[in-house]
């Protein structure tokens, strides 16, 4: 089935995609400008021992500094963190709350293990039914406890049901789970959720959304989430999210800007060269509906075994480099349109 948009194999420790270089000793390089506005991603936790940033320190120590200081484009900035596959995902969340928490800023996380996630494709997986599933989103809400948490739920689970990659008998089941998982992960006291609505090209229409949303719980959310682990400019994908805003009574949307900076490459999704880094996250868009820009996707981490790539969610320190060495010098938010 075509479409635009791929995500995260298992995450196996804290921050780090299977696959990842083992940690190195901290030797931190200032970090590079990428386009912001004021303050960008100061609302949010970044991690000190993500794939990038072991990366940037084995660099430095192997002579490479100019490449370790474009790493820190990546390395400095807020990425989520996907628990997606773990048996149990209370280890990871929970480290990466308790040290948001101790520098008081707010951790990114992606819910991603819903039952026949990715229809088998580069992302197969997921729990292995609806019981499974419901103790694992348990588990989840659990371990981010009274934490400052932004959840973006489920990933290509209700553009599936949109496309129809995903049976339809399995549709009412999807939907049903994940108004499950949003009711559980808002009875955390600070924890914001967004399900995740696709992109504006994958389903070109947004108006075929809102009613797979709404069975799905988006009323009992904090918005929807858009172009995550996709390349579409923030002036597109805004424009889609008011649209589909409109018929879901005025929900607000974050924008994954991880790898946006030079838009999409017509006609190729997976890992697509010549990309950059795109808006650093923040939540100081300048548009009262677009309550975030995030990186959703963790930049460096493969889409696909494809162009020469690792499997889906491994780090690939050359893609990484390409993204960093095309980002654009500071500037405003809207620069990386």
Known sequence: MFRLIRTLAPVTA??????????????????AAVPSRKA?????WVDPDSPAARQGRQWQRQGRSQDAELLQRIAGQPAALWPAGEIDPTPLVRR?????????????????NIPHRDCGQHSAGGAAGAAAYRQWIGKFADAIGDAKALVVL??????????????GELHA?????????????????????????????WIKDPWALVEPLKRAGIEAADGFALNVSNFQTNADTTAYG????????????VIDTSRNGNG??????????GRAL????TTDTGDPVVDAYLWIKRPGESDGTCAGGPDAGRWWPEYALGLARNARGAGDARDAE
């Open 96 to 112: 990466a709350t308790r040290a948001a928490t101790k520098a008081g800023k707010t951790v990114l996380l992606t819910a991603y």
């Open 173 to 201: 089941e999807r939907e049903r789970l994940l108004g499950e998982a949003i009711t559980r992960l808002k009875e955390q006291p600070h924890t914001k959720v967004y399900l995740d609505a696709g992109n504006p090209s």
């Open 264 to 273: 999409p490459l017509p006609g190729v999704w997976c890992n697509p060269p």
């Open 14 to 31: 804290l921050g780090l995609a299977a696959g990842c270089s083992s940690a190195a000793d901290v030797d931190e390089a200032s970090v």
């Open 242 to 253: 008011k649209k589909l805003s409109q018929g879901l009574g005025g929900k607000h949307f």
């Open 154 to 167: 489920e990933p290509d689970a209700v553009a599936h049901i949109v496309d129809g990659c995903t049976p």
């Open 278 to 281: 795109g808006t650093r996250p």
């Open 40 to 44: 960008a991603g100061s609302d949010f």
